[in-house]
T-cell receptor, first 109, second 115 residues
Framework: GQNIDQPTEMTATEGAIVQINCTYQTSGFNGLFWYQQHAGEAPTFLSYNVLDGLEEKGRFSSFLSRSKGYSYLLLKELQMKDSASYLCAVNPAGTALIFGKGTTLSVSS | DTEVTQTPKHLVMGMTNKKSLKCEQHMGHRAMYWYKQKAKKPPELMFV???????INESVPSRFSPECPNSSLLNLHLHALQPEDSALYLC??????????????FGSGTRLTVV
């Protein structure tokens, strides 16, 4: 089976840094994705990791350790608009992404 | 064109109605997907089309019937739905049946309410 775990909720303040963790146990692995989803909207792509290490893209960074089945999404200089659900998704080696339950991030001023 | 377009955006239908959801992309993507998302839950895979052929059906009830008339279009035909089928239905596409490093491009979804 496939299992992808993330915390359900997190809170942070504007300007802070937050790290959202994701652990996975899947039948195979062809990459891990992070998506952002605002309420009532479609998910939007944030990052992709297939090799171990850190990928940086502006205020967002994503890290992967394949041996540990672990990833995190790091958000810096938080803004109110970053309040959203963050979805960790794995491509287990087939033809579709499997999503974790998502982490709802609330950013306050 | 870098978008996936879904119509309608909202749909209310009775349990005896027949309706269809449409999805269109012109990015040359050869894999297209239907996902169902309930409130505060992650998207759940329903169907995958690869090169216009159905490659994955995640044991979806037959009251949902997908169709891929050509490489740009994906339909989801709905018949005799139940209130618990009310959800956001998301269409997505990717460069091929293995999602590329840019992942999926999602449409904005159809918010379906079954009454």
């Amino acid at each position: 089976g496939q299992n992808i775990d993330q915390p359900t909720e997190m809170t942070a303040t504007e300007g802070a840094i937050v790290q959202i963790n994701c652990t996975y146990q899947t039948s195979g692995f062809n990459g891990l994705f992070w998506y952002q989803q605002h309420a009532g909207e479609a998910p939007t792509f944030l990052s992709y990791n297939v090799l171990d290490g850190l990928e940086e893209k502006g205020r967002f960074s994503s890290f992967l350790s394949r041996s540990k089945g672990y990833s995190y999404l790091l958000l810096k200089e938080l803004q109110m608009k970053d309040s959203a659900s963050y979805l960790c998704a794995v491509n287990p080696a087939g033809t579709a992404l499997i999503f974790g339950k998502g982490t709802t991030l609330s950013v306050s001023s | 064109d870098t978008e996936v377009t879904q119509t309608p955006k909202h749909l209310v239908m009775g349990m005896t109605n027949k309706k269809s959801l449409k999805c269109e992309q012109h990015m040359g993507h050869r894999a297209m997907y239907w996902y169902k998302q309930k409130a505060k839950k992650p998207p759940e895979l329903m169907f995958v089309y690869s090169y216009e052929k159905l490659s994955i059906n995640e044991s979806v009830p037959s009251r949902f019937s997908p169709e891929c008339p050509n490489s740009s279009l994906l339909n989801l035909h709905l018949h005799a739905l139940q209130p618990e089928d009310s959800a956001l239905y998301l269409c997505a596409s990717s460069q091929r049946d293995l999602p590329a490093q840019y992942g999926y491009t999602f449409g904005s979804g159809t918010r379906l309410t079954v009454v």
